[in-house]
């Protein structure tokens, strides 16, 4: 198992409208290999005394932190995937000018990263 990350602050007014845009991603990394995704709405992110959240991604008043992430089979089939979503066509359609400027979301403030699980419980 691989599971990309990534955390992101996103307007709150933009909610529904970042909901759109990682339903429209998922249709096409599902479409080259990933298992799931997981998009997490802030709810309880606390202020941190040395780092946090907010910090991380230069958050912004009324702004909110987006946790998510997605699962591969592996690495392998992650970059694979990643080099496949990103030469398909609705990447270049559906979700406005190249540049990003149409987002939700400022991008230039993500931070992500690949990780492989080295505990994973499930009841």
């Not at 909901?19 to 990394?29: D, G, H, L, T």
């Not at 559906?94 to 492989?116: A, H, L």
């Amino acid at each position: 198992m691989y599971i990309q990350g990534f955390v992101i602050p996103v307007p709150e007014n933009n909610k529904d409208a970042y909901r759109e845009v990682a339903e429209k991603f998922w249709e096409i990394a599902r479409d080259y290999g990933a298992k799931s995704q997981v998009e997490c709405w802030e709810v309880d992110v606390p202020d941190g005394k040395t780092t946090d959240f907010r910090r991380a991604v230069k958050c912004e008043d009324g702004e909110k932190i987006v946790f998510s992430w997605v699962a591969w089979d592996d690495k392998a089939a992650a970059d694979a995937g990643h080099a496949k979503i990103m030469d398909d066509e609705r990447m270049k359609t559906q979700f406005g000018n190249p540049d990003g400027s149409d987002m939700p979301f400022d991008g230039k403030r993500m931070i992500f990263g690949g990780f492989e699980p080295i505990v994973w419980k499930e009841a």
